[in-house]
């Protein structure tokens, strides 16, 4: 407030180097104090208005590193889950190979039965 007061003195001055009567000094100073007093900034003020802006920028980031944990931790579970699925589509990949190859054998076995079948009808045939 003291400030204020020094400001406005200084300003009376200046006014009436400039030429203003001290009754002209006096009407523009009364007119710059009441402009003082109703949009008063305080440095107060401005501390409880940066303390509240600063609390709510605190619970933006809270919030925003709350869902990047959050992320993280899906990200993690997404990463486990694709290596079980990786995991299971090798078995199957196994899985499907050791049946082609037992399919492969049985084929092998049928036909060597049918030759086999089909030689001894010949030879009974033929004798």
């Known amino acids: 407030?003291?400030?204020?007061?020094?400001?406005?003195?200084?300003?009376?001055?200046?006014?009436?180097?400039?030429?203003?009567?001290?009754?002209?000094?006096?009407?523009?100073?009364?007119?710059?104090?009441?402009?003082?007093?109703?949009?008063?900034?305080?440095?107060?003020?401005?501390?409880?208005?940066?303390?509240?802006?600063?609390?709510?920028?605190?619970?933006?980031?809270?919030?925003?590193?709350?869902?990047?944990?959050?992320?993280?931790?899906?990200m993690r579970h997404l990463q486990t889950n694709m290596g079980n699925l990786q995991t299971a589509m090798l078995n199957l990949q196994n899985s499907m190979l050791t049946l082609q190859r037992s399919v492969f054998r049985m084929m092998i076995a049928i036909m060597t039965t049918l030759i086999a079948t089909a030689l001894a009808l010949f030879g009974t045939l033929a004798t």
Do not use: C, Y
């Not at 940066?50 to 931790?73: C, F, M, P, S, Y």
């Open 1 to 74: 407030m003291k400030a204020q007061v020094n400001q406005l003195q200084n300003m009376s001055e200046t006014l009436e180097s400039s030429g203003f009567s001290r009754h002209q000094s006096d009407a523009v100073i009364e007119s710059v104090a009441l402009a003082m007093e109703t949009f008063a900034v305080t440095p107060e003020i401005l501390e409880t208005r940066l303390k509240e802006h600063t609390e709510q920028i605190l619970k933006v980031i809270r919030g925003r590193d709350e869902d990047i944990n959050d992320l993280q931790t899906n």
